[in-house]
């Protein structure tokens, strides 16, 4: 068990939705990172957040919003759902971020799935 | 448990026996690289890390070669036991940022009794 968790665990939803998904960190971590592991594109990093401020962007579509909270929890938003955003998406923490690296500990995922 | 569903390319081992994965990344400027594992149903998990000024490092039963010249990264683990099994991938950082990495597509290790 890493510390880090995640809700829901699997989440079923139609096409043209919205969901939000929800990340606790590891206590005392204030990064956090969500990431994508799609069937045809493996593990792609979306966007970080640390101590409430986005601190990284990666491959993270506009439909798609993040955000840290004050007692650092984050949630991923997706909107206007389609096929191709079914998916297993993780979320990961670590204590900073910074010019050095920092062990990203990863959560369990949610499965998503788009009808 | 969960299983992304990838068509990785699959290495089997038997039990006790080494095992070399390997990993081409892309970018000649990536300066850090992680190997890392994931068993069915659970996350990503921290292996071993190497700076590019390095060309080897050794952890507990795992080794990680890089080669700059061809980009190219192996991880070996020795004495390859059964809790091994997992999909193993190597990440490279973008753009010299440790906040951000490339992830390979990974390869199944399964090791036989």
């Known amino acids: 068990d890493s510390g880090v968790t995640q809700t829901p665990k699997h989440l079923i939803t139609a096409t043209g939705q919205r969901v939000t998904l929800r990340c606790s960190p590891r206590?005392?971590?204030?990064?956090v990172y969500w990431y994508q592991q799609s069937l045809d594109q493996g593990l792609q990093f979306l966007i970080q957040?640390?101590?409430?401020?986005?601190?990284a962007k990666g491959n993270i579509l506009e439909r798609f919003s993040a955000q840290q909270f004050p007692d650092l929890h984050s949630e991923l938003n997706l909107s206007s759902l389609e096929l191709g955003d079914s998916a297993l998406y993780f979320c990961?923490?670590?204590?900073?971020?910074?010019?050095?690296?920092?062990?990203?500990?990863f959560g369990p995922g949610t499965r998503l799935t788009v009808l | 448990g969960e299983s992304v569903g990838l068509h990785l390319p699959t290495l089997s081992v038997q039990e006790g026996d080494n095992s070399i994965i390997n990993c081409a990344y892309s970018?000649?400027?990536?300066?850090?690289f992680i190997w890392y594992k994931q068993e069915s149903g659970k996350g990503p998990q921290f292996i071993i890390d190497?700076?590019?000024?390095?060309d080897k490092r050794q952890g507990q039963r795992v080794t990680v070669l890089l080669n700059k010249t061809v980009k190219h990264l192996s991880l070996q683990i020795a004495a390859t036991q059964p809790g091994d099994s997992a999909v193993y991938f190597c990440?490279?950082?973008?753009?010299?940022?440790?906040?951000?990495?490339?992830f390979g597509s990974g390869t199944k290790l399964n090791v036989k009794p």
């Open positions: 990961a923490s670590s204590v900073a971020a910074g010019v050095a690296y920092n062990e990203q500990f």
């Open positions: 206590s005392g971590d204030l990064s």
């Open positions: 957040y640390y101590n409430g401020e986005e601190r």
């Open positions: 970018n000649s400027a990536s300066d850090y």
């Open positions: 190497i700076r590019s000024n390095m």
């Open positions: 990440a490279e950082n973008i753009e010299g940022n440790f906040n951000k990495f490339y």
